[in-house]
Antibody
Framework: QVQLQESGPGLVKPSETLSLTCTVS????????WSWIRQPPGKGLEWIGY???????NYNPSLKSRVTTSVDTSKNQFSLKLSSVTAADTAVYYC?????????WGQGTLVTVSS | DIQMTQSPSTLSASVGDRVTITCRAS??????LAWYQQKPGKAPELLIS???SLESGVPSRFSGSGSGTEFTLTINSLQPDDFATYYC?????????FGQGTKVEIK
């Protein structure tokens, strides 16, 4: 059973770049597609995008200009960078398996954007 | 983007009740719909994919139906563990989009 764990700073200043990593265990990162999803406090879910180990990506147009993802096969990790953050980017960020529906999720990590 | 609209937003029910949640898509998504359960402070868990396919380990009291633009999630004989928020999600096209959620509360 694949397990995912998000990690990264819990506090980011406005206009800076949010950086998160998802560590995959129980399965090779080369075996699947990997997505990022976020949830502002008390609100619903928003798909950010996916990455395949081959480098193929697809991002939500609402965030596309600010999102970058990457895969590190040697560490079995994939990463998210979101630039020029504002308070509206404050959310719990989840990594998950898949590009259609999302079978396995990490526990999520709260990122707060504040000075 | 395809808009997903769930109803109701909140539902009050008792243990043993049969509960139905509706999810409507702004355009046809065939059967490319998933349902998730989320409890406070936890990640969502996949219940159903392809509108009606129950995930392994999910109790059989959960069922999904529908195609095109209208879908339902039914919970037969609601159990204490089922009080949670439920989300639908379409994967017919990009960007993937979720409904706003339906909170199932204890009556």
């Amino acid at each position: 059973q694949v397990q995912l764990q998000e990690s990264g700073p819990g506090l980011v200043k406005p206009s800076e770049t949010l950086s998160l990593t998802c560590t995959v265990s129980g399965n090779s990162i080369s075996s699947n597609y990997w997505s990022w999803i976020r949830q502002p406090p008390g609100k619903g879910l928003e798909w950010i995008g996916y990455i395949h180990y081959s480098g193929s990506t697809n991002y939500n147009p609402s965030l596309k200009s600010r999102v970058t993802t990457s895969v590190d096969t040697s560490k079995n990790q994939f990463s998210l960078k979101l630039s020029s953050v504002t308070a509206a980017d404050t959310a719990v960020y989840y990594c998950a398996t898949g590009y259609g529906y999302f079978h396995q999720w990490g526990q999520g990590t709260l990122v707060t954007v504040s000075s | 983007d395809i808009q997903m609209t769930q109803s109701p937003s909140t539902l009050s029910a008792s243990v043993g009740d049969r509960v139905t949640i509706t999810c409507r898509a702004s355009q046809s998504i065939s059967s490319w719909l998933a349902w998730y359960q989320q409890k406070p402070g936890k990640a969502p868990e996949l219940l159903i994919s392809k509108a009606s396919s129950l995930e392994s380990g999910v109790p059989s009291r959960f069922s999904g139906s529908g195609s095109g633009t209208e879908f339902t999630l039914t919970i037969n004989s609601l159990q204490p563990d089922d009080f949670a928020t439920y989300y639908c999600q379409q994967y017919n096209s990009y960007p993937r989009t979720f409904g706003q959620g339906t909170k199932v509360e204890i009556k």
